[in-house]
């Protein structure tokens, strides 16, 4: 598959085209750079205009073969002059002034609103990466013309606005655009690795508004259960798709204290064999994990072997509960799962789950739910 470049590497090179245009006040059609994977990218200018103590153009960026929302769009650079500096090389055998270089967003560029993300407050979405890369950009083109003056960078996405809508950030307090992102300026195409990035992301950010308690569930499905059972009172919801493990590693990591799994029997079946990684491609043992429990419990050949050949966890429950051993089996599932998260946070939280079927009743709870919930932050209906 097709590697791309990152919205930051795409910021770099128009920031470097903008500036040799404002130096040397001739058009520039190509632009590269070495990203800090060490990689060289070069790319199209297009849309270049040079004015009056100021130069601006685009790169579109090309995310390769990743599923990214942001592929084909044009990342802006207007670069200026700014306040003093001397403008040219030092005397002879005095260095030369390095250009101070700010960096900022315009239009399309979100803004941060909340706590917990890499840029404070009030400063443009611009990760420290992105930041390097085309202030280093810049100062190379300067010290290329002898220019040691002090130089502005506005960096815009016309597009990003609509954009943002289809990302993470209106949920995680980033308003009116998309980030400016990457650490190493090469897209892989990885989406789910963004994905996961992003569900961390969520989690830090509810520990920097200082919480301790978070509900985590896979989707929507959890989401719809969760407001129809629980009063919330607070307590922050994230919505972590297959990535259970990944979830508990980072609540702990961020020193959450009371930890809430609610989901469907159809993915949380699979927490009770081991599997944290939820995804069917990674594993699908649910048929298998719901024997063996049945099995446990006293289901006779006959029953293991239908539930063997269910085509969902809901037909599996119809049979287990037709052979009378469904309370059975739910402690039983009831027991592994407890087990498996609590192995997994290694004791640093309290954590526990809520399941329940394809009609959002609860089908079981493990022992230290409620607690958890109330601790949490929620009550439960």
Request: aromatic content about 4%.
């Amino acid at each position: 598959m097709r590697c791309g470049y990152t919205t930051g590497s795409c910021a770099a090179l128009a920031a470097k085209a903008a500036c040799e245009m404002l130096l040397s006040r001739k058009p520039v059609g190509r632009v590269s750079i070495v990203t800090p994977g060490g990689l060289p990218v070069e790319a199209d200018v297009v849309d270049a205009c040079i004015g009056e103590g100021c130069a601006q153009c685009a790169v579109r960026k090309d995310a390769g073969d990743d599923a990214d929302v942001t592929d084909g769009v044009l990342v802006y650079a207007r670069v200026e002059h700014a306040g003093s500096g001397t403008g040219a090389a030092g005397s002879k055998g005095v260095p030369a002034r390095e250009s101070e270089v700010s960096v900022d967003g315009g239009v399309g560029v979100g803004r941060v609103t909340l706590p917990g993300l890499e840029q404070p407050v009030g400063a443009a979405a611009i990760n420290a990466t992105p930041r390097a890369m085309i202030a280093s950009a810049v100062r190379e083109v300067c010290a290329a013309h002898g220019f040691s003056g002090n130089i502005a960078v506005t960096i815009s996405v016309p597009e990003g606005v609509a954009l943002a809508e289809k990302t993470f950030n209106p949920h995680l307090g980033i308003e009116d655009g998309i980030s400016i992102l990457g650490t190493t300026g090469i897209v892989e195409p990885r989406s789910l690795a963004a994905l996961r990035d992003s569900i961390e992301l969520e989690i830090r950010q509810h520990a920097a508004m200082g919480r301790r308690g978070v509900v985590l569930t896979p989707g929507n499905y959890g989401e719809q259960f969760i407001s129809g059972h629980f009063h919330l009172n607070g307590a922050p919801v994230v919505v972590i798709s297959n990535f259970v493990g990944d979830a508990i590693d980072c609540c702990v990591r961020e020193g959450f204290t009371n930890v809430l799994l609610v989901g469907h029997i159809g993915k949380l079946v699979k927490v009770a064999g081991g599997i944290m990684d939820t995804h069917s491609r990674t594993a699908d043992c649910r048929a298998e994990i719901l024997a063996a429990h049945a099995a446990l419990a006293g289901a006779g050949a006959k029953t293991v072997r239908e539930i063997m050949s269910s085509v969902t966890t809901t037909a599996a429950l119809e049979v287990i509960e037709a052979a009378c051993v469904g309370d059975a089996v739910r402690a039983s599932l009831a027991a592994a799962i407890e087990d498996r998260l609590r192995r997994r946070a290694a004791g640093a939280c309290d954590i526990a789950a809520v399941v329940f079927d394809a009609e959002r009743r609860e089908l079981f709870r493990t022992s230290g739910a409620d607690a958890v919930i109330g601790e949490s932050g929620a009550t439960y209906e």
